[in-house]
């Protein structure tokens, strides 16, 4: 049974940081790409960043580059989302989800919720001004 399980989510102030984790059970997570989505109240699920499964190609929403980092631990079976200069309309439920596709390597790919196998249930960040 694959698990996704999102913790490290929280209440910080503008400007501050918040690291996520994404701890991956029931696959073999060195095959899968992994990404991070959220969703803001009243609105759609957005994709956030993508890792590839080597770690080699990263991709990041224009609205979080420079301030959000992905990374992936193989031997931990974990991938991170670390969250600087924290805005109030980063304010969402972050999702992380695994990708088998390793034909495909693009944003465009990774953009797509629909390419994504697994999802975890959640984790609630909140940016207060």
């Known amino acids: 049974q694959v698990q996704l399980v999102e913790s490290g989510g929280g209440l910080v102030q503008a400007g501050g940081s918040l690291r996520l984790s994404c701890a991956a059970s029931?696959?073999?997570?060195?095959?899968?790409?992994m990404g991070w989505f959220r969703q803001a109240p009243g609105k759609e699920r957005e994709f956030v960043v993508a890792?590839?499964?080597?770690?080699?190609?990263?991709y990041y929403a224009d609205s979080v580059k420079g301030r959000f980092t992905i990374s992936r631990d193989t031997a931990k079976n974990t991938v991170y989302l670390q969250m600087n200069s924290l805005k109030p309309e980063d304010t969402a439920v972050y999702y992380c989800?695994?990708?088998?596709?390793?034909?495909?390597?693009?944003?465009?790919?990774?953009?797509?919720?629909?390419?994504?196998?697994?999802w975890g249930q959640g984790t609630q960040v909140t940016v207060s001004s």
């Open positions: 989800a695994a990708d088998q596709g390793r034909a495909y390597d693009s944003k465009a790919y990774y953009k797509m919720m629909r390419n994504y196998d697994y």
């Open positions: 890792i590839s499964w080597s770690g080699g190609s990263t």
């Open positions: 029931g696959l073999t997570f060195s095959s899968y790409a």
